[in-house]
C-alpha cells in the first residue's frame, strides 16, 4: 500500500468507503498508522468498483490512558468514537490498571463510571484461564442506578464477549437461580444484595473468584449504615476470595481520608482528585410580587408570594433548554409540581415514591427532550442518566454544601461548561442559610463526611451472617474480620462480647467460650433486618381501570386521611380515593387542586458550621448593609440578587 504525505489529495467517498465491505475485511489491518496520508486500492468487493482512492484521514491515536488497556477494549473505544480521555479517565485508569485501591472524585457526567469500568472490562479479557464465578462487584445505592447502569453496559458486554447482569430486590427467583448456576463476570448490585449473596452456599462459592469490588456513590453510603453494613459484608467476601482491588467513585467530598478509609479500611488507598476545582455560577433570589401574581395566585390557590415563585421558576425554564428543579421533601415535590401542571405540560415530578414505570417514563422523556423540566428530590441528585441539563434549580436551601454542588453539577457536563443554579429562597432565614452554603459551595468549602462508626444493631446483624457463612465461628477470628473493617475499627473487644451475649440472650446464637454458632431463630432475624433502611409499610397507589400503579404511600397517611371520597396529590395531579384493599388505594384522577401527602424520613439537617455562619452574615449586614459598598460587598460574597438581600 503506497502512503500519499501531499495533504492537499482529499478523501473520495470515504463515509461509503469506510462502511463497505472491503474496508473491513481487508483494508482495515493494512492502513498505515502513522496518521500520514495513504492511498487504498479497493479490490471491488460489494458494490464500489474498481477504482483507487486517495485519503486523507488521519488515524486518531488513542490518549495514553486508553493505551493501557485490553486491545479488545481499544478497538471498542474506538468503535464508539473515544480516542480521548476525560480527566476521571486520564488520572484514574492507569492507577486502576497497576491493581491501586482507588477513590476517584469527580462531579457527575465526567466518565468516572468508565473509568473504573474499562480497566475491569480489560482485567476479564487478560485472564488466561478464566475461572467460573463472578470477577467483578459493581455496588450503587439505588436501583434506578442499577438499572441506568446495565442500559450503558449493554452494548461493551456484547461487543467484548463479557456477561454483565443486575441483582437486586426485584430480581425474580428464577432469575437468582440462573445467575447462581451460571454467574456473570460483572454483577451490579445494591448493598443489601450483597448481604442476601453471601448466605447462599452456590452464591458465596461464585464470590470465590472476586477481583474487583467498584462502590459507585461511595459518599452516600459512607454517613449510612447502609455503608457500615456494605464495609462489614466487603470484609465478609475477602475471607472468601482473598483480598481484592477496591475502587470508590465518589462526587466532591469535604475530607476525600475519610471516605478512602471506609472504602478500605488500614488498606493503601490512592485517592484521585479530578475534579478540576469546578467553578459554579450560583446565585440566590428571592421572587417578589408583580402585577399579575395575584390573578395567578387564585388560579393556583395560593398566596401571591408562593406565585412569585412559581412564575419567577417558569421565567426560568422558558429561558433554557432542559431544567432540574431540586426540592428537599417529596410533599414539596408533590405541591410544586401540581400548580405546574395548571400551567404547563412539559414539567412532570420524579421522586422515590412514584412507582418505577413512572420514574423511568419520566426520565427517558427528559432525555428526549419532551419534557423542559423534572421536580425532583434527590432521587435525581446521583448519576442517572437524563441527557443534557442547561440549569438547575434549588427550591429552598439545599441544607448541606454538598448536596448543592451535588444537584448543580448535573448541569453543564461538558468540560468547558460552567455548573449553572439558582436557589428560589422563600423568606428572611432561608436567604441567610442559601446565601452561606452558596459561597460556601463556589469556595469549595465542603462539610467533611461522618462515618457511621459502631452501629451495634448491624453488628449484631453481621455476627449473625457470620455464623450463617461460617457454621461454627471463633470469637476471636470474628473480632478481627469486624474490626477490619472501618466503622468498627476502635470497637473494643468488650463491646463486641456484650454483643454477643445479647444476641445469645434472644437465643439467636449459641454461645461457647471460644466460638459462638446460629440458633434455628437466626435465619429468619437476619433476612428480616437485611435492609437497615427504616421499614415503614406503603399502600401502592393505583388507577382504577387501567390498573396502572402509580406509586405508594405511608401507611400512616393511609389510616390518618385515606378515607373513601378524598383527594389527594401524586405525580403531580390530583387523585380521588375510590376503594382501598390489602394494601391497595384505588384512585381516580379527578380535576382539582389537592394537598399532597407526606412520607417517613424527609429532613436534612444543617450541619452546625454553617448556622454559625448564618449569624455571622446576618451581623454583618445588619453592621455593613446600610452603604452601597458594603451592601455590594455582601451581594458579592454571598451570591446574592437585590431582593433577596433586602429580604435577609
Known amino acids: 500500500m503506497a502512503t500519499h504525505k501531499n495533504p492537499i489529495i482529499q478523501m473520495v467517498a470515504i463515509s461509503f468507503f469506510m462502511d463497505s465491505p472491503c474496508f473491513k475485511e481487508g483494508a482495515r489491518n493494512k492502513i498505515n498508522k502513522t496518521g500520514e496520508f495513504y492511498i487504498v486500492l479497493c479490490c471491488g468487493i460489494g458494490p464500489l468498483p474498481k477504482y483507487i482512492y486517495a485519503v486523507s484521514k488521519k488515524r486518531n491515536k488513542m490518549t495514553k490512558a486508553f493505551s493501557m488497556l485490553h486491545p479488545l477494549v481499544k478497538d471498542a473505544l474506538e468503535k464508539k468514537g473515544f480516542y480521548s480521555q476525560t480527566l476521571p479517565q486520564e488520572r484514574g485508569i492507569p492507577a486502576i490498571v497497576k491493581g491501586r485501591n482507588v477513590v476517584i472524585i469527580a462531579r457527575t457526567g465526567s466518565g468516572k463510571t468508565e473509568s473504573a469500568l474499562l480497566p475491569i472490562f480489560s482485567k476479564i479479557l487478560s485472564l488466561k484461564e478464566p475461572k467460573k464465578g463472578i470477577k467483578a462487584i459493581y455496588v450503587a445505592p439505588l436501583r434506578a442506578l442499577n438499572r441506568d447502569l446495565l442500559n450503558r453496559l449493554k452494548w461493551w458486554g456484547e461487543e467484548l464477549g463479557i456477561d454483565v447482569q443486575v441483582r437486586h430486590g426485584d430480581t425474580t427467583q428464577y432469575e437468582r437461580?440462573?445467575?447462581?448456576?451460571?454467574?456473570?463476570?460483572?454483577?451490579?448490585?445494591?448493598?443489601?444484595?450483597?448481604?442476601?449473596?453471601?448466605?447462599?452456599?452456590?452464591?458465596?462459592?461464585?464470590?470465590?473468584?472476586?477481583?474487583?469490588?467498584?462502590?459507585?456513590?461511595?459518599?452516600?453510603?459512607?454517613?449510612?449504615?447502609?455503608?457500615?453494613?456494605?464495609?462489614?459484608?466487603?470484609e465478609r467476601i475477602v475471607r472468601l476470595s482473598g483480598e481484592f482491588q477496591r475502587i470508590g467513585l465518589s462526587a466532591t467530598v469535604g475530607a476525600p481520608s475519610e471516605i478512602a478509609g471506609f472504602l478500605c479500611g488500614s488498606r493503601p488507598c490512592t485517592i484521585i482528585d479530578a475534579t478540576a476545582k469546578t467553578m459554579f455560577d450560583i446565585r440566590v433570589e428571592y421572587p417578589v410580587p408583580e402585577p399579575g401574581d395575584?390573578?395567578?395566585?387564585?388560579?393556583?390557590?395560593?398566596?401571591?408570594?408562593?406565585?412569585?415563585?412559581?412564575?419567577?421558576?417558569?421565567?426560568?425554564?422558558?429561558?433554557?433548554?432542559?431544567?432540574?428543579?431540586?426540592?428537599?421533601?417529596?410533599?414539596?415535590?408533590?405541591?410544586?409540581?401540581?400548580r405546574f401542571n395548571l400551567l404547563t405540560e412539559d414539567v412532570d415530578v420524579h421522586h422515590s415514591s412514584l412507582a418505577k414505570t413512572v420514574r423511568i417514563d419520566t426520565e427517558k422523556r427528559f432525555k428526549d427532550q419532551e419534557l423542559k423540566c423534572i421536580i425532583c428530590t434527590s432521587s435525581m441528585e446521583l448519576g442517572i442518566d437524563v441527557g443534557t441539563v442547561s440549569l438547575v434549580i434549588q427550591y429552598m436551601s439545599p441544607r448541606q454544601v454538598s448536596r448543592l454542588i451535588q444537584r448543580v453539577?448535573?448541569?453543564?457536563?461538558?468540560?468547558?461548561?460552567?455548573?449553572?443554579?439558582?436557589?428560589?429562597?422563600?423568606?428572611?432565614?432561608?436567604?441567610?442559610?442559601?446565601?452561606?452554603?452558596?459561597?460556601?459551595?463556589?469556595?469549595?468549602?465542603?462539610?467533611?463526611?461522618?462515618?457511621?462508626?459502631?452501629?451495634?444493631?448491624?453488628?449484631?446483624?453481621?455476627?449473625?451472617?457470620?455464623?450463617?457463612?461460617?457454621?461454627?465461628?471463633?470469637?476471636?477470628?470474628?473480632?478481627?474480620?469486624?474490626?477490619?473493617?472501618?466503622?468498627?475499627?476502635?470497637?473494643?473487644?468488650?463491646?463486641?462480647?456484650?454483643?454477643?451475649?445479647?444476641?445469645?440472650?434472644?437465643?439467636?446464637?449459641?454461645?461457647?467460650?471460644s466460638s459462638y454458632h446460629k440458633s434455628k431463630f437466626a435465619l429468619t432475624y437476619y433476612f428480616e433486618n437485611l435492609s437497615v433502611i427504616p421499614d415503614v409499610k406503603k399502600y401502592r397507589v393505583v388507577e382504577l381501570g387501567s390498573n396502572r400503579s402509580i406509586g405508594v404511600l405511608d401507611e400512616e397517611f393511609v389510616v390518618d386521611r385515606a378515607n373513601?371520597?378524598?383527594?389527594?396529590?401524586?405525580?403531580?395531579?390530583?387523585?380521588?380515593?375510590?376503594?382501598?384493599?390489602?394494601?391497595?388505594?384505588?384512585?381516580?384522577?379527578?380535576?382539582?387542586?389537592?394537598?399532597?401527602?407526606?412520607?417517613?424520613?424527609?429532613?436534612?439537617?444543617?450541619?452546625y458550621d454553617i448556622a454559625q455562619e448564618v449569624t455571622t452574615l446576618r451581623t454583618s449586614i445588619s453592621e455593613k448593609g446600610s452603604t452601597i459598598e458594603g451592601r455590594e460587598a455582601l451581594c458579592s460574597e454571598y451570591a446574592l440578587e437585590g431582593a433577596a438581600f433586602d429580604e435577609a
Open 564 to 607: 373513601i371520597g378524598m383527594t389527594f396529590v401524586i405525580k403531580g395531579r390530583a387523585w380521588n380515593v375510590i376503594d382501598v384493599d390489602e394494601g391497595v388505594v384505588f384512585v381516580e384522577e379527578v380535576a382539582n387542586i389537592a394537598a399532597a401527602p407526606a412520607w417517613e424520613g424527609e429532613l436534612i439537617p444543617v450541619p
Open 409 to 513: 453539577g448535573r448541569s453543564g457536563h461538558r468540560y468547558d461548561e460552567t455548573p449553572t443554579g439558582v436557589i428560589i429562597a422563600l423568606e428572611g432565614d432561608d436567604i441567610l442559610e442559601s446565601a452561606v452554603i452558596a459561597r460556601r459551595a463556589r469556595a469549595h468549602e465542603l462539610e467533611a463526611p461522618l462515618v457511621y462508626e459502631e452501629p451495634f444493631d448491624v453488628l449484631a446483624h453481621q455476627l449473625l451472617g457470620l455464623s450463617m457463612d461460617m457454621g461454627d465461628v471463633s470469637r476471636d477470628e470474628a473480632y478481627a474480620l469486624v474490626t477490619r473493617a472501618y466503622p468498627y475499627r476502635s470497637l473494643t473487644r468488650e463491646r463486641f462480647d456484650a454483643v454477643l451475649e445479647l444476641l445469645a440472650s434472644l437465643r439467636l446464637i449459641w454461645l461457647e467460650e
Open 294 to 338: 395575584e390573578e395567578l395566585a387564585n388560579t393556583l390557590s395560593t398566596t401571591p408570594q408562593t406565585a412569585a415563585r412559581v412564575r419567577r421558576i417558569k421565567e426560568l425554564v422558558d429561558k433554557n433548554e432542559s431544567v432540574l428543579a431540586f426540592v428537599n421533601t417529596r410533599e414539596m415535590a408533590e405541591a410544586l409540581s401540581s
Open 177 to 234: 437461580r440462573k445467575q447462581a448456576l451460571s454467574p456473570p463476570d460483572i454483577l451490579i448490585t445494591t448493598p443489601e444484595t450483597v448481604q442476601a449473596m453471601l448466605t447462599g452456599r452456590v452464591m458465596r462459592e461464585n464470590l470465590k473468584t472476586v477481583r474487583t469490588v467498584v462502590v459507585d456513590e461511595v459518599h452516600e453510603l459512607a454517613p449510612d449504615k447502609r455503608g457500615t453494613q456494605l464495609s462489614v459484608g466487603l
